[in-house]
């Protein structure tokens, strides 16, 4: 099966001479379709520079970024990925089904450019556009469609991003820290509405954050990066049953995935320290 992200001996650096940064070294990762992984590691270790790289917003100093086995520039033309950023950037003067609704409507040569992709024009066509009604009822939100996005709660803006990201029904959906803004509880419940959304719609997901018990909750496998230079230190696969609902907090390998994960956390730490 192709890999719905692969990453080959990536590099980038920002800057020349003596202040050049070496925002990543050197990274290999493979990620199957359907995946839900995660991106952990301390400030400026490059996981919203990896991200960037996979939208195609930034291209790569070395080595090769495939999406689909396409480039990420060719993926974004086809409307494979989806991206969703820390804060919601929702259009200030549409409502908020309008604002879910019309990135559907937009750029109709991507379905066409989207079945030029060998693996993706064997598996079918997309399926019919979602009910985005639906969708924002599903999340809480069917009071809020016809409101402008100045009359809700950051909350309820970032679960209108995410809608409005499964709405265009990616097949690789980047987020970066998407809830890292809001309060644990508003967190938790949108956590619960995103592996609702990711399990029915069966999209590929990357996923940057801070926390390390959001990462174990949420993901297939966590990679963990490590910063000076940014680089990739471990990939640990999260052996845990779903759904994960609030429950799995009381569970005894949960906590020890957390301290696997602080544990190589602080190792690339103190190594980085000692470099
Ligand atoms: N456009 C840029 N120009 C120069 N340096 C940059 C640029 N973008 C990122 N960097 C540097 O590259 C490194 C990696 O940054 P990046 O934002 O990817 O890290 P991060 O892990 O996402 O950090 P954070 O968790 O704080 O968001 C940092 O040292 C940062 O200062």
Same mark, same amino acid.
């Given at each position: ?22 925002? =990543?070294?050197?990274? @290999? $990762? ?26 195609? =917003? ?10 689909? +086995? ?15 950023? *820390? ?6 003067? $549409?409502?908020v $089904? ?20 060998? +693996?993706?024009a ?10 985005? #009604?639906?969708?924002l009822?599903? /999340? ?15 909350g309820?803006?970032?679960?209108? /991003? ?13 987020? @970066?820290?998407?809830?890292? /803004?809001? +309060?644990?509880?508003? &967190?938790?419940?949108?956590? +619960?509405?995103?592996?609702? =959304? ?6 590929t ?5 801070? %926390? ?6 949420? %993901?297939d ?24 609902? *609030? &429950? $799995? ?10 301290? #696997?994960?602080?544990?190589? #956390? ?10």
């Amino acid at each position: 099966m192709t890999p719905a992200v692969q990453l080959t001996s990536v590099g980038k650096v920002y800057g020349y001479g003596p202040s050049a940064m070496i925002a =990543l070294n050197d990274v @290999d $990762l493979t990620i199957e379709p359907g995946r839900f992984v995660s991106l952990i590691g301390p400030s400026g270790c490059g996981k919203s520079t990896l991200l960037r790289i996979v939208a195609g =917003l930034e291209s790569a100093g070395r080595g090769e970024v495939r999406v689909h +086995d396409v480039t990420p520039s060719e993926a974004g033309a086809a409307k494979l990925i989806g991206l969703v950023p *820390q804060t919601p950037a929702l259009l200030p003067w $549409l409502s908020v $089904l309008k604002n879910v609704t019309l990135p559907q409507k937009i750029n109709p040569g991507a379905a066409r450019r989207r079945q030029r992709i060998g +693996d993706l024009a064997e598996r079918g066509g997309r399926k019919p556009a979602p009910d985005m #009604l639906e969708l924002l009822d599903r /999340a809480g939100l069917a009071d809020a469609a016809h409101k402008l996005p100045a009359q809700l709660s950051g909350g309820m803006q970032q679960r209108a /991003a995410i809608v409005r990201a499964f709405g265009l029904q990616p097949d690789v959906l980047l987020m @970066d820290e998407p809830f890292s /803004a809001l +309060d644990e509880f508003t &967190r938790e419940s949108l956590q +619960d509405q995103l592996l609702d =959304l990711w399990d029915e719609l069966k999209t590929t997901v990357l996923f940057v954050t801070h %926390s390390v018990s959001e990462a174990v909750r949420m %993901s297939d496998t966590v990679v963990v990066m490590a910063p000076r230079p940014g680089r990739i230190v471990d990939v640990i696969d999260i052996d845990l049953p779903r759904p994960r609902n *609030q &429950r $799995l907090f009381e569970e005894r390998r949960f906590h020890e995935y957390e301290d #696997l994960i602080r544990d190589r #956390l602080h190792s690339a730490w103190r190594s980085t320290d000692a470099a």
